[in-house]
T-cell receptor
Framework: NAGVTQTPKFQVLKTGQSMTLQCAQD?????MSWYRQDPGMGLRLIHY???????DQGEVPNGYNVSRSTTEDFPLRLLSAAPSQTSVYFC??????????????FGEGSWLTVV | AQKITQTQPGMFVQEKEAVTLDCTYD???????LFWYKQPSSGEMIFLIY??????QNATEGRYSLNFQKARKSANLVISASQLGDSAMYFC??????????????FGKGTHLIIQP
């Protein structure tokens, strides 16, 4: 079972560089999202998508772009990396049922360091 | 105001003892869900257990149970017969039905649980 797959797992960037974190899921989930986790904190929502072609901002969207061209993929782009974006990034997905009980499944995380 | 509060930054527990991890929440939405996730040192987020606001009984999943006290707005995770492999960060999270498309999944800051032999 692949579930939610993120790449790369580790990345070091220089300030000002751009990069894309890839996320793919094989569960035919409509909903996908990106979170970041900073030391001593829980996860915070960056962007989310409720289906192909539809994206919206979460709690901390600044400095990030997303797109959703297919149901399976939801890449997260850093256009000009800043040290404040050093974090662990998690991609997540869930099925279409928007009831509060629909479980969210997370990828294994991507450790990003911006120097 | 924080929506999810976990008051125990860290806990040390002897192996085979039961563990209770505290979680209180704040919402005015009558429909919501409460989740617990485990994050081992390898970093992945592992779903453990879910409790819905309208559920009449406390949720259980193997050694995990959720002590849901709706009037007190608390959703404590209970791990019975702790094992060394239970050492990890544990996060309480809530999704409010009114969260709409944003999913509304809000996390607490976590509790670092260490099981000692």
């Amino acid at each position: 079972n692949a579930g939610v797959t993120q790449t790369p797992k580790f990345q070091v960037l220089k300030t000002g560089q751009s990069m894309t974190l890839q996320c793919a899921q094989d569960m035919n989930h409509e909903y996908m999202s990106w979170y970041r986790q900073d030391p001593g904190m829980g996860l915070r929502l960056i962007h989310y998508s409720v289906g192909a072609g539809i994206t919206d901002q979460g709690e901390v969207p600044n400095g990030y772009n997303v797109s959703r061209s297919t149901t399976e993929d939801f890449p997260l782009r850093l256009l000009s990396a800043a040290p404040s974006q050093t974090s662990v990034y998690f991609c997540a997905s869930r099925g279409q049922d928007r009831g509060p009980g629909n479980t969210i499944y997370f990828g294994e995380g991507s450790w990003l360091t911006v120097v | 105001a924080q929506k999810i509060t976990q008051t125990q930054p860290g806990m040390f527990v002897q192996e085979k003892e039961a563990v209770t991890l505290d979680c209180t929440y704040d919402t005015s939405d009558p429909s919501y869900g409460l989740f617990w996730y485990k994050q081992p040192s390898s970093g992945e987020m592992i779903f453990l257990i879910y409790q819905g606001s309208y559920d009449q009984q406390n949720a259980t999943e193997g050694r995990y149970s959720l002590n849901f006290q709706k009037a007190r707005k608390s959703a404590n995770l209970v791990i019975s017969a702790s094992q060394l492999g239970d050492s990890a960060m544990y996060f309480c999270a809530m999704r409010e039905a009114s969260g709409g498309g944003a999913d509304g999944l809000t996390f607490g800051k976590g509790t670092h649980l260490i099981i000692q032999p």
